[in-house]
């Protein structure tokens, strides 16, 4: 089956830690993103890439990392830098930067 | 101004209601529109496209306005199913290159 996917579904963490969540896709894509979603607001755009080793920053990026070794992972690192990372952390996909998006299911990031 | 604005809703019809959501956009250079469906702690899923004609899938209808800037989604038939948030996306051409905003969403409750 083609899709996205993203682990781990729920995550908690430490005040102080970096967390790093996954996200793979097999449909062959060369752009992914990395949004938040936080109650009541529109997704916001943390980070993108277009193609392998490139990302370029979204609107949000402080305090967070990516990297974009290969063509089917993006993963996203929460840095202890990030003041209120609590949120839901959504992944996507698309042929190009510039075709609809697909979304993985999400990571929901709790700080303690 | 949002770029993109929705009405948060909630939205409570009974079964069999047609409702319609509105979505306004700010930059007149926008180029394409999508609605999205996103259940509760779900990810969001690409509902359907809108094109300059309209368009219609089954009980799904969505109109673009360029004149206005909006662009609406129209439901006849209410399902409980069709309980969720409707998020409205607009793709444009920016001064820091191709951009995706996501509309807050417009929650719609269907009551039996």
């Known amino acids: 089956d083609g899709g996205i996917t993203q682990s781990p579904k729920y995550l908690f963490r430490k005040e102080g830690q970096n967390v790093t969540l996954s996200c793979e896709q097999n449909?062959?894509?060369?752009?992914m993103y990395w949004y938040r979603q936080d109650p009541g607001q529109g997704l916001r755009l943390i980070y993108y890439s277009q193609i392998v080793n490139d990302f370029q920053k979204g609107d949000i990026a402080e305090g967070y990392s990516v990297s974009r070794e290969k063509k089917e992972s993006f993963p996203l690192t929460v840095t202890s830098a990030q003041k209120n990372p609590t949120a839901f952390y959504l992944c996507?996909?698309?042929?190009?930067?510039?075709?609809?998006?697909?979304f993985g299911p999400g990571t929901r990031l709790t700080v303690l | 101004r949002k770029e993109v604005e929705q009405d948060p809703g909630p939205f409570n019809v009974p079964e069999g209601a047609t409702v319609a959501f509105n979505c306004t956009y700010s930059n007149s250079a926008s180029q394409s529109f999508f609605w999205y469906r996103q259940d509760c702690r779900k990810e969001p899923k690409l509902l359907m496209s809108?094109?300059?004609s309209g368009n219609e899938d089954g009980r799904f209808t969505a109109q673009l306005n360029r004149a206005s800037q909006y662009i609406s989604l129209l439901i006849r038939d209410s399902k409980l199913s069709d309980s969720a948030t409707y998020l409205c996306v607009v793709n444009f051409y920016g001064g820091g290159g191709f951009k995706t905003i996501f509309g807050a969403g417009t929650r719609l409750f269907v009551k039996a």
């Open positions: 809108v094109y300059s």
């Open positions: 449909l062959n894509h060369d752009a």
């Open positions: 996507a996909s698309s042929g190009t930067r510039t075709d609809t998006q697909y």
